[in-house]
């Protein structure tokens, strides 16, 4: 909990490891370490999220803060079920088809802000210049939000992250709630302009499953757009700056995928393993069951710390190591069960093309300062992270592949 701890969570991880994959922390609160548990936990249908019925039990007055509010009838925040109803219907619009067709647009955005780095002067913050407007141009594009407008969405969504933490301050609050304000404003307008002209985006799409016969509701809508901007955002921000700075520190894993990208997906996987841009989900229990030889009763609080989980030897051996070549990789960084992350496979996509092209370009890149990690719990990521970005070159010749492997599974 301190901010230490908070910048670096790891060898907090190991201790609490020491005492087993899950731990009682208090009568009815419990914290599980080990992947096998988290795992398990996140798909028992015993365990749910903190809904509206028990925010109104343990949150009093959450329903005047617009912040909690504009995002407590999304899935994020709701159970069966109306979550597997609204589940439902924005997998129907998140199809693999529109996700596929990404791809060139997820090239040509970071392509302009690898020019725009290469025409600045000394060394760049990389979070400003790539890691945010990367993310929020793709799903502004995917939503259908006009260009320019899409400055406004990277506030917005910063100010909203706060909420998705599992402690906030008064004054994180007020800024948050200043921040769902004003987008879910903008959502309605947008909303209402879809209505008049339907496009070929998700908005669309969402706006004619809430008129269709099974349908979302109003808030659901907005709270459910919402979400899909935060939740599009935040992850693939983090994932991409603390990629990065581990590729930094693995130059011969870097240079390998500069020079096949094809690799891409493994290390993805990898780097999502490695240092999780989601640290820790939360579940409450239903009914009694028992994991690591633990009993938990009914109205158990349990902390699924997923950075932690992504380390257990017992899963990777060696697992402080960064390993690109690693078998059989499945990290618990977008969850699992119902709840897995509806965005992952766009964000996978990001930073699929976003790593290659990165190393390919810019095969001087280096940090070049002191990066400054943000002091949170659950979201894992940089506030600023300085680099050199060097001159563009010619494609780069790497004169093997590590030992041992031909590349990463996919």
Do not use: K
């Not at 210049?129 to 910063?158: E, M, N, S």
């Not at 069951?289 to 380390?311: C, F, H, K, Q, T």
Request: aromatic content about 6%; hydrophobic content about 45%.
């Amino acid at each position: 909990m301190s901010p230490e701890g908070r910048v670096d969570p790891y060898p907090t991880y190991e201790v609490l490891r020491a005492h087993g994959p899950v731990i009682q922390a208090g009568p009815v609160f419990f914290v599980v370490t080990g992947y096998a548990e988290a795992d398990a936990i996140l798909r028992d249908a015993r365990f749910g999220v903190l809904d509206d019925a028990l925010r109104d039990q343990f949150m009093p007055g959450w329903r005047e803060s617009p912040a909690i509010l504009s995002i407590s009838r999304s899935m994020l925040r709701t159970n069966p079920p109306d979550h597997s109803r609204m589940r439902r219907l924005a997998a129907g619009a998140f199809t693999p088809r529109r996700i596929a067709a990404m791809r060139d647009v997820v090239r040509a955005q970071a392509d302009e802000l690898v020019d725009a780095m290469l025409a600045a002067e000394g060394p760049v913050d990389f979070m400003a210049a790539f890691a945010y407007p990367l993310p929020v141009g793709v799903i502004c594009a995917l939503l259908g939000v006009p260009a320019a407008d899409r400055p406004l969405f990277r506030r917005w969504a910063t100010d909203l992250t706060g909420v998705l933490e599992p402690e906030i301050t008064e004054e994180e609050l007020a800024v948050a709630d200043r921040g769902a304000s004003e987008l879910r404003a903008y959502f309605t307008e947008l909303v209402a302009a879809r209505r008049r002209a339907p496009a070929d985006d998700l908005t669309t799409a969402l706006v004619q499953a809430h008129d269709g016969g099974d349908r979302l509701s109003g808030d659901e809508l907005l709270a459910n757009l919402i979400v899909l901007l935060v939740a599009g955002f935040e992850t693939t921000t983090n994932l991409l700056g603390n990629g990065l700075v581990a590729l930094l520190e693995h130059p011969r894993a870097a240079a390998a995928l500069a020079e096949h990208p094809e690799f891409a997906p493994g290390y993805v996987d990898e780097l999502l393993r490695y240092d999780s841009p989601v640290q820790l989900t939360s579940r409450m229990s239903t009914a009694p069951s028992r994991y690591g030889d633990v009993d938990l009763p009914p109205e158990s609080w349990v902390i699924v710390m997923l950075g932690a989980a992504n380390r257990d030897p017992r899963r990777y051996p060696e697992p402080a190591r960064f390993d690109p070549w690693r078998p059989q990789v499945h990290p618990l960084s977008f969850g699992a069960g119902p709840h897995y992350c509806l965005g992952a496979a766009l964000a996978r996509l990001e930073a699929q093309v976003a790593f290659p092209l990165l190393l390919r370009r810019l095969p001087g890149l280096a940090v070049a300062g002191r990066p400054e990690r943000r002091v949170r719990l659950t979201l894992r990521g940089h506030a600023t992270l300085p680099v050199r970005v060097g001159r563009e070159a010619s494609p780069v010749t790497v004169p093997g592949t590590p030992p041992g492997a031909a590349g990463p599974t996919p």
